[in-house]
């Protein structure tokens, strides 16, 4: 029987400095997996257009994303790493979708509220449609596996739905193609063309938190710097952020249920764990008793051991310009290769001529 072939397919926006949400949330995640998978990442700079249209150096982030995959270990050689828009293929399925997804699915996407803000006549319509051209990174490559933060969710959800409608509407031309699989939604026998995409979000670091404010998500938005640390961060700002990093008075439990109603600790004790390969219960039985005062300089020990190399890495790759290039426009090629295999098959199922 026809299967679809396990593929992983994530991406990174290139606007502003990559944190450690990012790194922990994603990029890791990205290094940890490429060994058993083929994997296809991108920096996406399509989508960092939807917010704000006019970037200084839209370029440098775009190489810099790129720089930060392979300092942290990603083999541009045996999987694909390029940018969105030098595969044209991704805003021509996008635009498929726009007209598979509903208006108030749209509606429901938090992410889209809270980018527009109050006046969300004002937000382009790029913003609008932008999980509608996530869903078509991801299916054009007919990925099956999508490693993300928590935050991702639900425009998971989403491409999942988008993927289930157009498997749905094109049912009867998809089986003439001869190009569909069957698969099983829930309970239900598909004849599907597109995977139903799995999240990978489970760790101990799904969604990091601010270092000011446990309860607000790590963000390249937030006015602090105090509140992220950045991969490009020197080992003395890492460690200071850390330091100042907000607290509660008590010391660290024993048990990962001593951490509910302790956002701070909590977040703390999973970065920790996130850098160390570890679970929280792990460090827990490792620092439980302990002061923050103990703990934090450990923490930020760690967190140099961890993001030095790949600081180091970062800034040597952003001054070899050619070097980033080169892999970009040569995953670029390769990327194209493939969505075009898939383009053509979306074509004759749609019925353009
Ligand atoms: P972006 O660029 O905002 O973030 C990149 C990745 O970092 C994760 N992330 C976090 N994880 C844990 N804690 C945090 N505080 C944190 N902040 C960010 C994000 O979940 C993400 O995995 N829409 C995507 C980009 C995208 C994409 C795709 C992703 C476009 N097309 C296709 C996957 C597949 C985004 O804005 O990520």
């Known amino acids: 029987m026809k299967q679809f072939q396990p593929l992983v397919f994530s991406g990174v926006q290139p606007t502003g400095n990559l944190h450690l949400g990012n790194y922990l949330g994603a990029i890791?995640?990205?290094?940890?997996l490429q060994d058993k998978n083929d994997?296809?990442?991108?920096?996406?700079?399509?989508?960092?257009?939807?917010?704000?249209?006019?970037?200084?150096?839209?370029?440098e982030q775009t190489r810099s994303i790129a720089a930060a995959f392979i300092a942290s270990g990603i083999d541009p050689?045996?999987?694909?790493?390029?940018?969105?828009?030098?595969?044209?293929?991704?805003?021509?399925l996008a635009w498929i979708f726009n007209c598979v997804a509903r208006i108030g699915w749209m509606n429901r996407m938090t992410q889209f509220k809270d980018k527009a803000g109050k006046d969300a006549e004002?937000?382009?319509?790029?913003?609008?449609?932008y999980?509608?051209?996530?869903?078509?990174?991801?299916?054009?490559?007919?990925a099956t596996h999508v490693p993300v933060g928590d935050d991702q969710k639900q425009h998971l959800e989403l491409t999942r739905d988008i993927a289930q409608k157009f498997n749905l509407d094109f049912a009867d031309h998809i089986r003439k193609s001869g190009e569909g699989v069957d698969i099983k939604v829930g309970d239900e026998p598909v004849h599907a063309y597109f995977p139903m995409v799995e999240a990978l979000i489970d760790g101990p670091a799904p969604r990091v938190m601010s270092l000011r404010d446990g309860t607000k998500k790590m963000s390249k938005s937030d006015p602090s710097?105090?509140?992220?640390?950045n991969?490009?961060?020197?080992?003395?700002?890492?460690?200071?952020?850390?330091?100042?990093?907000?607290?509660?008075p008590e010391g660290l439990p024993g048990e990962t249920d001593g951490l509910a109603g302790r956002p701070e600790a909590d977040n703390l004790v999973g970065i920790y764990a996130a850098l160390a390969d570890t679970s929280k219960a792990d460090v827990l039985k490792e620092f439980g008793g302990q002061?923050?005062?103990?703990?934090?300089?450990?923490?930020?020990?760690?967190?140099v051991t961890v993001l030095a190399p790949i600081h180091a890495e970062m800034r040597r790759l952003m001054d070899a310009t050619d070097h980033i290039d080169a892999i970009l426009k040569d995953g670029g090629e390769r990327a194209r290769a493939r969505a075009d295999v898939t383009l053509k098959q979306v074509r004759d199922i749609v019925g353009f001529l």
């Open 225 to 229: 710097d105090l509140s992220r640390i």
């Open 28 to 32: 890791r995640k990205f290094v940890a």
């Open 77 to 92: 050689k045996k999987h694909i790493v390029f940018n969105q828009s030098a595969v044209p293929g991704h805003a021509e």
């Open 39 to 59: 994997c296809i990442y991108c920096v996406v700079d399509m989508h960092a257009l939807t917010a704000q249209l006019v970037h200084e150096d839209l370029k």
């Open 291 to 303: 002061q923050f005062s103990a703990f934090k300089p450990a923490l930020a020990d760690l967190a």
């Open 122 to 129: 004002k937000a382009s319509l790029g913003l609008y449609a």
């Open 131 to 142: 999980p509608s051209l996530m869903a078509a990174d991801i299916l054009l490559y007919r």
């Open 231 to 248: 991969l490009m961060d020197d080992a003395d700002a890492i460690s200071k952020k850390i330091k100042k990093a907000k607290t509660d």
